[in-house]
């Protein structure tokens, strides 16, 4: 019963080059979101997506970034050109449905390392 | 926006002692959770507070979900070094809002 799947843990990438972040939720979530935490700091909210559509962008850079949930495959969170202001931990989070908690939150991966050089 | 402060911003006690930390928030929220980061890895669920007013445990964790709804608190009773970490109070509405954070370090 595996977690939210993140990869990679870690990515270099020259200033320029594009990174890509992949997301796989856990079996059965359907919602899917995205937050970027800088260091020594809290985690900011980015984009929330369900099976090919994006709900929520509100956190998203409005140039370079973009964000995609196929009906088949991970979650992509793709940032073009990078700089080295983006360099950060990126966390997907997943759950069930928008409306149905359970008695539990999210569910994170354990992030992507991003690293612009 | 809405916005989640958290004190302290860090904490140095020694093994065994007793810890409490704070969130408030500039907006009311219906849910609220505690999550601890460990270095290197994602937040991880620790509480969940449906109710204003509720009070729950999970083992040496009590938190309290505040009245008004604006703020909660977390306690932990007789740290252990384990305890290291970065704990953040989340506010749900139709996405989680993280708080600022609080550091703990504890000393053996």
């Known amino acids: 019963n595996a977690g939210v799947m993140q990869n990679p843990r870690h990515l270099v990438r020259r200033r320029g080059q594009e990174a890509r972040l992949r997301c796989s939720p856990m079996?059965?979530?359907?919602?899917v979101y995205w937050y970027r935490q800088l260091p020594e700091e809290g985690l900011k909210f980015m984009v929330y997506l369900q099976k090919e559509n994006i709900i929520d962008e509100s956190g998203m850079p409005k140039e370079r970034f973009s964000a995609e949930f196929p009906k088949e495959g991970p979650s992509i969170l793709r940032i073009q050109q990078v700089v080295r202001g983006d360099s950060a931990a990126y966390f997907c989070?997943?759950?069930?449905?928008?409306?149905?908690?359970?008695?539990?939150?999210?569910?994170f991966g354990s992030g992507t390392r991003l690293t612009v050089v | 926006g809405q916005q989640l402060n958290q004190s302290p911003q860090s904490m140095f006690i020694q093994e065994g002692e007793d810890v409490s930390m704070n969130c408030t928030s500039s907006?009311?929220?219906?849910?609220w959770l505690w999550y601890k980061q460990d270095p290197g890895e994602g937040p991880v669920l620790l509480i969940a507070l449906y109710k204003a007013g509720e009070l729950t445990s999970n083992g040496r964790l009590t938190a309290q979900f505040g009245i008004t709804r604006k703020d909660s608190f977390l306690n932990i009773s007789a740290s252990i070094p384990s305890d290291v970490g970065i704990y953040f109070c989340a506010g749900r509405g139709d996405k989680l809002i993280f708080g600022t954070g609080t550091r703990l370090q504890v000393f053996p």
């Open positions: 989070a997943s759950s069930p449905s928008q409306g149905v908690w359970g008695n539990y939150g999210y569910t």
């Open positions: 079996k059965g979530h359907s919602h």
């Open positions: 907006s009311i929220f219906n849910t």
